[in-house]
Structures are given as C-alpha cells and as structure tokens.
C-alpha cells in the first residue's frame, strides 16, 4: 500500500491520552508514527495531506445499526449502508440480527461476513441474536455463535420478555465472554403505545409508552448482571430512571452499562406536536448552540420521522440523558440507524414503523449538544465512539497505537453545514434533520489505510 502522512492535525486518542498537534504516518494499513518529526520518517511518495485546523482520531465506531441485509434491502444494504457510515467519519459498524432471515445461527453470519467483505467500505462487525428467530421463546445456539465470529448478543428491535431465559442467555453469554445487548421495553407496560406517555401524547391523542416500559427491563438487566456476572448493555437509553438505575448499579461494581442516540438527547416528545410547539416549548436552547446559527426548519405535526422505540422524551428525560453522558454514567454513543421506505413511513402515526437514519448526522449532533454546549471535552467525547465501544466488545479497534489498524477519522468540529435529503447516502430517508443548519463534519475517513470517504475532496492529494 502506498504511505499516507496527515501532517499538523490535534491527534485525540483517547485509549492513549494523546491530544496534540502532530504528523500522523500511515504505513500498509498500520499506523506508522505519531509526532512533530514524523514527516522526516516518511518514504519519499508519501501522500501528503494537511489537515492543520482539523480533529485526528481513531476511527470511530458505532456498535448499533441496522444494515437490513439480508432479507430488507429495500431499505438498506451493507453497501449503502457502510457508505453512509464513512460519509459520517465512522470506521467500525455493529449490525443487529433482526434481519430476514435473523442472524441466529453460523451460516447467516457467514453470509454477512462474505457480503461486507465484497460490498462494505468499513469493518462491519456482527451482533448475534438471543432467541431463535428473535422470538423469545428458546436460546440461539451461543456457542456456534460465538465460533462463527459474533462480537455481542441481542434481539434489538425486540426484548425478551422471560426472566429466566433472559438468565440462561446472560449465563451463556458469560462462558462465551460476549456481551449481552438489550432493547430495553416491558411489552405489559408498554401495549401499543407509539410516544412518550406525557402531555403531547394525551394533546395528540397517540396512545402513550411510559418511560416505565424501559425503565423496568432496565432494573431487571442489573439484576440479572449482578447474578450472573455478565456483561449486559442497554441500549438506546431515553428514560430519566433508567440513568438513575444504572449509575446506581455501576457505582456498586455491577457489569451494566448503557448507550444513547443523538435524538434522544437533541429532541423531545413536543416535536411530534410540529414544529412552532417544539420551537416554543424548548425556547430554541436544544439546537440553537453557540455558532451554530440559522432558524429551526419547519415541519407538521405528526410526522412519522419523529417515530422511533424508544420514544422522544420529556425535556426531563432529556437532560437526564445529557447528564448521564456528562458524569460518565453512560459510556457510548451509537445512532440506531434504522432505515425505513419512504411508504412505510407515508401512513398514519399509528401505523407507520419505528426509526430514523442517523450515520450521517450523528457525530454533529453531538458534536453540538455535548462539546459546543459544553458538556463533554473532546476528549471524552470521541472516546465514547472509539475506546469505550471497543472495551466493550473487544474489538481490536478505537486506537491509534504503534502498529493498530490504521482506522483514522478526520473532522472539522467548527464546519458548518445543511443536511440536505439530496446530499444522503443511504438508501432511506427516513430522518427528520433534513434542513436543520448543524456544526461538525466529517473531512476524511480512513479504513486500513485506505481513504473511504472525503467531505472535501481537495484535501486529499492523489
């Protein structure tokens, strides 16, 4: 492989407590040489490339998106999808099993390793499912699992309901040593609602799913955790009480942690009311950040892109949520890419299914409402989408150590820009920030050495 030289960046590696300005030499899909005197190190036809103004970090991960392949491609597919994760600045995917066919058993994780081999842009890492099926009523086989080469276990987009089985999968889990993911939501509790259960949903008339519906799985993952010392992660966190729970149960040693989404903490359960309920129920303060400008796009109540499991929040939630990443509770940062067809989500509210993208947006959103509202350093910000995911599911992954794969992610943190449905490259559109004026941008995204996606494609000298 040709050389690549990233010359006067701030280098942030967090795995490393690196941040300063310096060179960075990439070599055959290693890196190479960090350093204000690593341009004399590099071979006379190096690629040379200033990125002086710009963030150098590990290539960043998101351990939770829906690829849809296979069995749903109508609505994404690796390809695409892996595309839209390098036009994000992200490097390492997580896919969950709830495709067609699940990926429950060895040979379907055969078939998505093959496939991201032959079509994905980015490292794609598998999520095996719990149940058979996803159907909560009898294990997976674990172990084949496992062999087959799973980095975590869940049936996202479904919870398993029995206690018990639920014990047997945390118990599997730990002689496999995998982790254990959850889509936290108590089905009794939560029956067919389709918003946060508050003001909005009863002034819209939409039947409600209270915070208690996660809250509940919430308490019962600890324990489960606690019993049996597996590694048990909750995902896509939304509900006040279950930050409370988990930063509870961490400060006793408990294995659980937690993730969030960008939506949940950008948005709340008034943006389904439209556009001027949310402008003047949150007076401006959860988008309007420091530079960032521009006014608040507009849109109709009722809009299914407001529409995902779980649900947009309180603005008590919401700040729970921030609080949570803020102290540490919660460790990692995922977006729940969710995909959908532009028909699924043309009915009804009550009929159209859960989910938004969010590759392409996700770093800029919390680029804004974490380091420029000045609740997380960058530092501790890009660890949560590098070393934190990486510790979790040990991937050799979210560093950029002497001799690591040269996964490098390369963004501006000031760069203004307008997501436009246009510019996307994902095969849906189901996203509600088109229009929205955001702050922080992905300028190059490296994979083994390999230049995968540039924002600005003048940096790079070919």
Request: proline share 5%.
């Amino acid at each position: 492989m040709n050389s690549l030289l990233l010359t006067g960046g701030r280098v942030i590696d967090p795995a490393n407590h690196l941040d300063t300005i310096a060179d960075l030499l990439i070599q055959d899909g290693k890196i190479a040489a960090i350093g204000i005197e690593t341009a004399r190190q590099a071979p006379p036809d190096t690629e040379r490339t200033d990125v002086r103004g710009l963030i150098v970090c590990p290539g960043l991960i998101d351990l939770h998106v829906h690829l849809r392949e296979p069995g749903q491609t109508a609505k994404e597919n690796i390809a695409t999808g892996t595309l839209a994760a390098a036009r994000g600045g992200f490097t390492s995917l997580v896919c969950m099993p709830n495709t067609s066919p699940a990926i429950d058993n060895a040979g379907t994780v055969a078939l998505i390793h093959d496939r991201a081999k032959r079509d994905g842009v980015v490292n794609l890492f598998v999520a095996g499912a719990i149940t058979k099926n996803i159907a909560g009523e009898e294990l997976a086989p674990i172990g084949s699992l496992k062999r087959a080469g799973v980095v975590a276990i869940t049936d996202d987009g479904h919870c398993v309901q029995n206690n018990e089985l639920m014990r047997r999968a945390c118990e599997y889990a730990k002689m496999f040593d995998l982790t254990v993911m959850d889509h936290c939501q108590d089905y009794s509790l939560v029956t067919e609602g389709v918003m946060h259960e508050g003001r909005w949903s009863t002034s819209l008339g939409l039947q409600g799913w209270p915070a208690a519906g996660e809250e509940m799985i919430v308490a019962r993952n600890i324990l489960l955790a606690e019993l049996t010392g597996a590694r048990v992660h909750c995902q896509h966190l939304s509900a006040a009480g279950s930050v409370d729970l988990i930063r509870a149960a961490k400060q006793r040693g408990v294995p659980i942690s937690g993730e969030a989404c960008p939506h949940h903490f950008t948005l709340t359960d008034a943006a389904i009311a439209g556009s001027d309920k949310f402008w003047a129920g949150d007076g401006g303060k959860v988008f309007r950040v420091q530079g960032s400008g521009g006014e608040l796009p507009t849109w109709p109540a009722y809009d299914t892109n407001f529409k995902m499991n779980p649900p947009l929040r309180s603005a008590r939630d919401r700040e729970a949520i921030l609080a949570g990443l803020a102290d540490g509770t919660i460790e990692i940062l995922c977006s729940d890419h969710a995909p959908h067809c532009d028909f699924e989500k043309e009915v009804e509210f009550d009929y159209a299914p859960f989910g938004i993208t969010g590759l392409e947006t996700e770093l800029a959103l919390s680029l804004m409402q974490l380091y420029h509202a000045k609740r997380l350093s960058l530092t501790d910000l890009i660890a949560k989408y590098t070393v934190a995911p990486a510790r979790l599911l040990n991937l050799a992954k979210g560093t950029l150590s002497i001799g690591a794969d040269a996964d490098v992610t390369v963004f501006d943190p000031d760069r203004e820009w307008v997501f436009a449905r246009s510019d996307t490259t994902s095969r849906s559109t189901n996203n509600p920030f088109y229009d929205w004026r955001l702050k922080g941008k992905a300028v190059i995204t490296i994979v083994g050495g390999k230049v995968v996606a540039a924002t600005r494609p003048e940096v790079i000298a070919q």
